[in-house]
Each structure stands twice: as C-alpha cells, then as structure tokens.
C-alpha cells in the first residue's frame, strides 16, 4: 500500500501544571492516497489529539511531549521546525473542524475568505484569487456562486457554510485532508450530502482522507477502514465491513451493540457499557478496557495487549487477549 | 379516553426579524398533548421550531396565541406567583449539562436551591436530596462533590434531579443526550423509562436521533418549518411513514451496517429549509416535496387521519 501519511508508535503526552497525561499512547496508522479512514472514539479517546498533534496543531497553554514518527508524502513531521509545519499546513495537509460558522470569520465575505487562502497557499493575487474562488465554489457544488461570493456566513445554512469551508481546506489539493466531526454541526438530510461531496472530491483528486467522528452511521457511510480507539490506544483496525459487521474487539462490539437498531421494540431498555471511561491520569498497566470488559481475565488487568493480526483478513488488527476466541456474536458484550 | 396532562392548542410563536418589518414564523399554529406517563417525541430538522416549540410551552419564549393547558388549567389565564406554581409543574432539561451546572456549586447545593424554591421545609431538604438522586440512580455520597468532577453522563442525572424536585408532572428535555458519548447514553434513556413509569411523568423528547426517539417514545410528532406534518404511534411513524417529509427524514439516517448502508435507496431531499420569515404557501413542504402538485400551492394541507391515532397533513397521504 502506497501511504500518503503514515504515524509510527505515536505517542502524546500532555504536560499541565499538576499532571501529565498520556493522551496518545503508543499509536500506528496509516492511510493510502483516495482512502477514507475514520478515527472512532468516545470523549477523550484521543482521536482527535493523535490527528491533529502530528501536524503542530496542540491545545493552547500545556506542554506538549511527542515521540515517534509521522510522515506526510515523505517528509517527516516530528523533531522538524515549526516553520516547515507551517508551510504543510493549508498546503499538503488541511482541516475541516466541526462548526462551519465559528470556523468562517463573520465579518468578511464568503469570496473574499476563499481568494484570501488561494493568495496565502497558492500566490494567486486580485482577479485571479478570485477566479480561483469562484471555480472553488462551483467544484464543492454551491449553486449561484457568483452572488454567493458576496454574501456573509450569516446569510448562508450551515450546508453551505460547510461548503465554504471545504472549498478553503481543498484550494490548494492537500494529499491529505483531516475533517474532524465534519457533519455533527447538521441536520441529516444535509448530512448526506456533505459526505457525497467529501467521497466526490477524494476520487477527483486522489487525496487521502482522516474522518474523525463518533457517529456509526458516518463511518458506515464514508469510509474504507476504520480505526477505533479507547484511553489513547488502539482497540482495533480494519475494513470497515469487517470491523463493523464482526468486531474481533469488545470494546469494539458494545459500542456497535449501543447504538439502537431498527429491530429493538419501541419501549425496550438501550444497551450501554458497564461503568465508565478510564481517567487518563495514571498509567495504565493492563488493557485499558479491562475494568468494563465482559470477557477479561485477570491477566488482562497486569499485562498489555498488542496489536494483533486478525487471521484471514489483511489489515485488519485488533489489541484483545482474547483475541484467539474470534468474533464475538452480536449482543454477547451488551 | 384519559385526559392528557398537557395539552398545547393551536400555539403560534413568532419573532420579530432582523429585517424591518418581517417575522419569523418560528412555531405557527401546532397543537399537541402528552399523557401521564408517556414519552413522546419531538423530531424535525434544526430550524423547524421543535426548540421554540418546548421553550414556550416552559415559558422561556412568549407565544403569540394558542393555549398551553396543563391538568385542565389554562396557562395563559394565570398572572404572577400563581403562573409560576403552576407552571413549575412543568420542568426543562436542557441538552449540555456542561453549561446547565453551576460549577461552583456542589451537586447538594445545586438540589438544595431547586428544593428552597419548591418551598421545601430546611429539615426536609436533606432527605429529599437523597431520595432525588436515588430516582436518578446516584449515590447520596456524590451530594459533596462539584459538577465538575463528573463525567457528562452523571452530570446530565444531576440535572434530570433537580428537574424532578419540583415534582413535575411534564419533563421537557431538549436533546438530552446528543452531549453524551454513546456509551453513557443509555444510562440516561433508561432513566427517562423509569421516571415515566414510576413516577407518572409524561416526557416530551426532543431529539434529531430517529434511532434513538424511535425506540424511547411510544408517540412522535413530526415537525417542518413551524408546523406539525405527521404524528403517530413510534410502530406506526418509523414503520409506515405517510407524510413525504417524515420518509424523507427517516430515508436520510445512515445505517451503521456499511452493507445496509451502501444498500439503502437514497431519497435526496433537494433544497435547503426554506426561510420561516417567508414561509411557502399552501403546504410549506412543496418546495422540495418530490410529489408536490400545483394543488399544494394553493391550501394548506389538514391532517388525515389514516389510522387509529396516525395523522398526516398531505394531499395525496400514501401517495
């Protein structure tokens, strides 16, 4: 496979004034060019810090300790200069974030937002930034863009604010582009749309994506693998008709087992885990979902479990000890 | 047939536009009612009212006209303290409880408060903090501790407690887990079957997870643009929806299966929400209505019944 981005071993510490948290504990991913691959995890998972720390992108006012490697289109991310970050960023690597109006300045207008990051990644001035802005706005399907171009984020839906905002991540074709929680902020039925867009743009342009959501159904919907994460680490990661239709992870399964299915009786009571999620303050010596696990044994609470390979399918990998005992049917870790 | 312990009639809220002279149609003419002991839910897109809709019926927003009656008392004949007596029968659980905690305050204090303005006897207070959160299913012992040592899940329960010490006959609880991780979720919906059935409290549930209302309320209403489309028994709604919104809305929910969901026929609502300042006429899906006539322009569509309790407001219902 012929990764775009590729992480090895990463890990993330987060230094703040009393603590220090393992937020990234020990991660490898990679993903191919024109590939979807989705980040799963409850709060806290560190889904987003792994996506974002590689690339320079950290919480303000804490420390930040990174080890291991990352590296985009070849260049290595880790232990390089700030100012070579900065030149990736916008340019190889973009972002899409979660809330497409806090993301857009209020006060200017859609078209100049666009042609000012066509300027900054691109070295387009005046006519041809716009030109450039305009040609944007109809590849991400915005219909009307002339007039579009004039308007503020204000007077546009949140789908077309979204719209805006992919257009600007994509100006300069990244070979990588990150969307975190890209269509949480909307309704459904525009949902669909935004992720038939992002599939769209991926195969014109052969850009590799990270889909980080909590949302089953995007996941399902968007992308090739999926990789689930629990406390910082790794649970599983495979195909996504694999690792959704028969998780070799208990972790993996009760939160497929949580979501309501079409098939459970109106009245019935939901399916939830047991106990709660791990604090990340001290270390954790065992598997990480042991205290919740239906399956654990006590070795489970003393020794970590690695990456393991899940025997028939290539790529698809999963962090159990009990990992032997295969797929586990639905509804047995509920 | 029991008489519902609340009943909203004919409720219309508007809002007076940014624009001169323009309003904003927010909630025009809806009439619903909820049973004791019956959760029901309250599904549409943002922008549809649904949340304007829940904050006039707790007075968070004034209606224009309409009547919200409550055990038979009309609310808008009420004035002053005896309009908040009664009205405190009607509690609101708001969707973050990272915002709606107090963070300096303990999880007792945070009770304790509700309690006073109950007109709880001081002596009393203790006991009855203790017994609230059992309803919620929380240890006396978290009574010292600050929201912000809990996680959301257990926070979301403080709040659902301090909602009940005004023993609520009505709970009105605007997304309340979409905040929540998916895991702590359930804890949560299942608390809202437990107070509906031991307690007697009727939920009106408010939520864009179709999934998750259709399997926590027995009825929904569905809504679009500020009125009601299509309301039905959860069987009847999920299982056969009439109103060609409600397919659409239900049609647009991917499926976690990516087998199921690569299979799933797409029925791609064209358009965006129409503005409610300027509502269309006649029936105001027909802009994107994929079986919109020019008789759909001319009168607003009634609701039809088509089953027992199963209403939509479409010309050509089942078409």
């Known amino acids: ?334 | 047939m029991t008489t519902p312990v609340l009943e909203v009639r004919n409720l219309v809220t508007h809002f007076r536009s940014v624009e001169r002279g323009k309003t904003i149609k927010a909630v025009d003419g809806v009439s619903l009612h909820l049973n004791a002991g019956e959760i029901v839910g309250l599904i549409g897109e943002s922008g549809c009212g649904k949340s304007t809709l829940s904050r006039s019926i707790v007075g968070l927003a004034t209606p224009n006209s309409g009547q919200i009656v409550l055990d038979g008392t009309d609310l808008s004949t009420l004035r002053g303290s005896a309009l908040r007596r009664t009205r405190s029968a009607i509690q609101y659980v708001f969707q973050d409880p990272y915002s709606s905690l107090n963070n300096r305050q303990t999880i007792g204090e945070a009770l304790e408060e509700a309690l006073v303005i109950a007109g709880l006897p001081a002596e009393r207070r203790g006991a009855r903090t203790t017994e609230l959160l059992d309803h919620v299913g929380l240890p006396a012992a978290i009574a010292p501790r600050y929201g912000r040592e809990l996680s959301g899940g257990q926070r979301q329960r403080v709040a659902i407690a301090r909602a009940l010490a005004m023993n609520p006959r009505v709970l009105i609880a605007d997304e309340p887990v979409s905040a929540l991780d998916l895991s702590v979720r359930a804890q949560v919906m299942n608390l809202f079957f437990d107070l509906s059935r031991n307690l007697g409290v009727a939920c009106l549930l408010v939520a864009h997870d179709l999934a998750l209302v259709r399997q926590a309320a027995s009825r929904n209403y569905v809504m679009y643009l500020g009125k009601i489309v299509e309301e039905g028994a959860s069987t009847q709604l999920y299982g056969d929806p009439r109103h060609p919104y409600s397919r659409a809305l239900l049609a647009s929910a991917p499926s976690p299966d990516p087998v199921a969901e690569r299979a799933r026929p797409r029925v791609p609502l064209t358009g965006e929400l129409p503005s409610p300042t300027n509502p269309p006429s006649g029936c105001r899906f027909r802009t994107r209505c994929p079986v919109a006539q020019a008789a759909c322009t001319a009168t607003l569509p009634p609701p039809v019944e088509v089953a027992t309790g199963h209403r939509a407001a479409c010309l050509f219902e089942g078409a």
Request: with cysteine.
């Open chain 1, 1 to 334: 496979m012929n990764a775009v981005y590729d992480i090895r071993d990463l890990t993330v510490d987060l230094y703040t004034r009393s603590a220090a948290v393992r937020v990234v504990d020990g991660v490898s991913l990679s993903v191919a060019a024109g590939e979807c691959l989705a980040i799963v995890g409850e709060s806290g998972s560190g889904k987003t810090v792994m996506s974002f720390a590689p690339i320079g992108l950290m919480p303000e006012g804490v420390s930040v300790g990174l080890s291991g490697g990352a590296q985009l289109a070849g260049a290595d991310l880790i232990g390089g200069d700030e100012a070579a970050l900065a030149r990736l960023r916008g340019r190889e690597v973009a972002v899409i974030f979660q809330d497409p109006m806090t993301a857009l300045n209020p006060a200017r207008r859609i078209g100049s937002q666009i042609a000012e990051v066509c300027t900054l990644h691109l070295g387009l001035k005046g006519a041809a930034a716009e030109a450039r802005a305009l040609e944007l706005m109809r590849l991400v399907g915005i219909s009307d863009p002339e007039a579009r171009l004039r308007q503020y984020p204000h007077e546009l839906s949140g789908g077309l604010c979204q719209r805006v905002v992919i257009a600007m991540a994509i100006a300069a074709e990244p070979k990588l582009l990150i969307a975190d929680e890209p269509t949480t902020a909307l309704d459904v039925t525009v949902q669909a749309q935004i992720l038939d867009l992002l599939r769209d743009l991926r195969a014109r342009m052969g850009m590799a994506m990270i889909l980080i959501t909590h949302d089953i159904g995007v996941v399902a919907n968007a992308a090739d693998r999926v990789a689930v994460m629990y406390a910082g680490r790794l649970a599983e990661v495979g195909p996504v008709d694999q690792v959704l239709r028969a998780p070799t992870h208990p972790y993996t399964r009760a939160l497929i087992d949580a979501i309501p299915r079409p098939e459970d009786p109106v009245g019935s009571p939901f399916r939830g885990l047991p106990g709660m999620p791990p604090q990340l303050a001290g270390p954790i010596g065992g598997c990480a979902f042991a205290p919740r696990c239906p399956r654990a044994t006590p070795g489970c609470a003393t020794l970590r479990p690695p990456m393991r390979a899940v025997a028939g399918t290539p790529g698809w990998q999963a962090a159990c000890h009990h990992l032997t005992l295969a797929v586990i049917p639905k509804g047995a870790a509920a």
